[in-house]
């Protein structure tokens, strides 16, 4: 009997078992004279009133059973959320630690989503090639290659900058000027600045190679190359941005774990009382996916918080630095997908979190 | 209805409490299950319940050998079976009403039907008026009585009882005992374990003797509760 209920057919059976079981139990199904005859007394008419639903079980009708189901979820959803807010220090810990924990990942990954946008910023990649003259060259010599580099019609524009004034550059801006004084002669070569026309990255790289050919060039110097490392460290952060959110959801997934564990341990008599009267696992297990829900949902939308608030701490500072490079660029808020992320996210890894730890506990409490 | 066949259950610390019992319970029957506190009465209605399960032998409730119930099925087998237990197991963090509502709601009834329902059952333990009470502020009687109601509140088909008028003066036990005979006779199945032999021998059902572990009377099964 028991071996051909197992089995892919295993769910139906099941219910059709549970059917029959509350189906053939007696001949004389209800006793409805009796209870008629004792509410009446209290209740006059409502009694008379015929029985729908479940008088008969098994006979909710389907719309019936939908809204009863709605119902019961909007019970259990709500008496979760007040059992909650009957611990409001212990709830507001476990929601601080779920939304800080959200918050590391959810952090960088904005951090990264702004790098790149930097990197893709065709203002930041029109390229500047700074050439190093040799020390030989004269300063009128490099007056004439600046003539001749503006003739090159990959070139846009072409400033010299003597060594004079690249010492008077760096004293003012390098605040070592002192030190500087200390040498007897000018370390500086003289430099031209010379800026692409086209900046993509193969005409620059063109370019690069025409330049480095020319007489009395030391050394050349793309300014793009700083992009290139931004890149390669949006791709490390990238990695470290996985390896973190998997840490970082397996940290959360056992901090609603446990929480749920200890709610569970705190109602064991219920949950023995509710199977004793025949409640199954499912209908014990819901409530505690519902405190799991509300956990993940706050510690959601905590992290969102966290990560606007470091927004706004950072997006001054980093419109500045963006300014020294020259960018317009503008550091971009959470926007309406990583806000939904986050809190669907939470959510749900409330929920996952309560049903891996208290599946089974709820399972081993067999009356 | 019930049936146990060789029924023996030894507890792991080698106690033994029930002995190869035989028994049958015909549908809609009504009987007491007597004895001494220890000679197996809770034992032998945890079973029928499964809350626990024998060492050897047969039990048989409603058509089902418990052993080969899986364990999806044993809510559908313990919301035919209505339990007052001897230790009330209410809750309190509820109401009254709440506490009653329960079997109610686990089966998936009818919120509208809720209400009424718990109001009819608390009604006829004569509670009606302390629904929105918490059970702890109430006394060990009205405990034993909002346990009775939670028990027959979903109507099972099968009502167990243990020791349900422990706490009751007499008049009261009679007037719950006369509620399960009301009961038995619209075709529940009662068993009742109870060492008030003064109200069993008053009621004159079918007894059910137990003495460590072994059944001493088997008593007859009434004429005209034979299927």
Redesign the interface.
Known sequence: MSQDRTGPRRNEMGREGKKSAVTTWRKTPHVDAAAARTSSKSQGKKAEAPRKGAAKNGKVSEAGRWSNLWRLHRQFGRESLQRLLATPAASLMTVLVLGIALALPAALSLTLENLKTVAGNSNVTSARISLYLENQVSEKDARRMREDLLKDSGIAAAVYISPTQGLAEFEKYSGLGDALRLLDSNPLPGVIEVEASDSSPLAVSNLQNRLKRVDGVAELRVDSEWLKKLNAIVTLGDRILTGLSVLICLAVLLVVGNTIRLLVVNRRDEIRVIKLVGGSDGFVLLPFLYSGFWYGLAGGVLCWLIVACLWLAVSGPASDLATLYQSTFRPEFPGLNMTLLLIGGGAFMGVSGALLSSWRQLRDIDP | MIIFENVSKRFPNGHVGLENINLHMA??EMAFLTGHSGAGKSTLLKLI?L?DRPSNGQVQV????LS?L????I??????IG?V?QDH???F?RSVFDNVA????????????IG??V??AL??VGL?DREKLNPLSLSGGERQRVGIA?ALVN?P??LLADEPTGNLDPDLSADIMKRFE??NQ????VLIATHDLDLVQRMGHRTIRLERGRLVTAGATTGEAVE
């Open positions: 549908r809609g319940m809350m409603g058509g089902y050998r080969q899986r364990r999806g099925q809510p559908a087998l313990r919301r035919n339990v237990f197991q209410l809750l963090d329960i079997p109610l709601m686990v089966a998936g009834f009818d919120f509208d039907d009424r329902r109001r009819a009604d006829m009606l939670r109507r088909a099968v009301h009961f619209a075709g529940v199945t």
